[in-house]
């Protein structure tokens, strides 16, 4: 089946330093990666869209300049989380969308972030 | 804005019964909608989708039943097991977006 990793798993970090997280597709080439944020015990929250080669496309809300992404290969995907904040503490999950299949279980998501900052 | 929400925030049920998860959505657009079990600390795993032109679709032990008159979805899973104690999400794929929205969740708990 189709691997998504996410590296790390887990960062604690201090407030105003930066934290770099990836996301691979191990076995496929992903036309699209996403990246979703979840607090506890709600529900996960779209970031914002990355094709390969091309600007990420953000949902309304999430600030671009904060939460850089860069999509630089057809297998992987980095967010940056810039001069992090407590309440930037969450979960972060990438998903990948597989080139070659249909529309809905084509997306295989990462095994998530755990972000603390303190 | 239009979203996808679930009546029930967490829902026992007994080991080898079988469970109902519920789910209202408002986007009549959408082209799929899909069911994700989301276990504590991981992502979510793709269980089941079901295109906006059917009524249902059954899978290994989960059924997705679709009633677009009154906006509702549901997955139920037959045989309940412990493994299957995990937070389960509707979700809805817009084609034209070509992004999948989540819903609220409900935390399934199987009781032994």
């Known amino acids: 089946g189709a691997v998504v990793s996410q590296h790390p798993s887990r960062v604690i970090c201090k407030s105003g330093t930066s934290v770099k997280i990836e996301c691979r597709s191990l076995?496929?080439?992903?036309?699209?990666m996403f990246w979703y944020r979840q607090f506890p015990k709600q529900s996960l929250m779209l970031m914002a869209t990355?094709?390969?080669?091309?600007?990420?496309?953000?949902e309304q809300g999430v600030e671009k300049d904060k939460f850089l992404i860069n999509h630089a290969s057809l297998t992987l995907s980095t967010l940056t989380v810039t001069s992090a904040h407590p309440e930037d503490s969450s979960f972060y999950i990438c998903?990948?969308?597989?080139?070659?299949?249909?529309?809905?279980?084509?997306?295989?998501f990462g095994p998530g972030t755990r972000l603390t900052v303190l | 804005g239009e979203s996808v929400g679930l009546h029930l925030p967490t829902l026992s049920v007994q080991e080898g019964d079988n469970s109902i998860i519920n789910c209202a959505y408002s986007?009549?657009?959408?082209?799929?909608f899909i069911w994700y079990k989301q276990e504590s600390g991981k992502g979510p795993q793709f269980i089941i989708d079901?295109?906006?032109?059917?009524d249902k679709r059954q899978g290994q032990r989960v059924t997705v039943l679709l009633n677009k008159t009154v906006k509702h979805l549901s997955l139920q899973i037959a045989a309940t097991q412990p493994g299957d104690s995990a937070v389960y999400f509707c979700?809805?794929?817009?084609?034209?977006?070509?992004?999948?929205?989540f819903g609220t969740g409900t935390k399934l708990q199987v009781i032994p």
């Open positions: 998903s990948a969308r597989r080139r070659d299949r249909g529309p809905t279980d084509t997306q295989y």
């Open positions: 076995d496929f080439q992903a036309t699209t």
């Open positions: 990355s094709n390969e080669g091309s600007k990420a496309t953000y």
């Open positions: 986007n009549s657009a959408s082209d799929y």
């Open positions: 079901i295109r906006s032109n059917m």
């Open positions: 979700a809805e794929f817009h084609g034209g977006y070509q992004k999948v929205t």
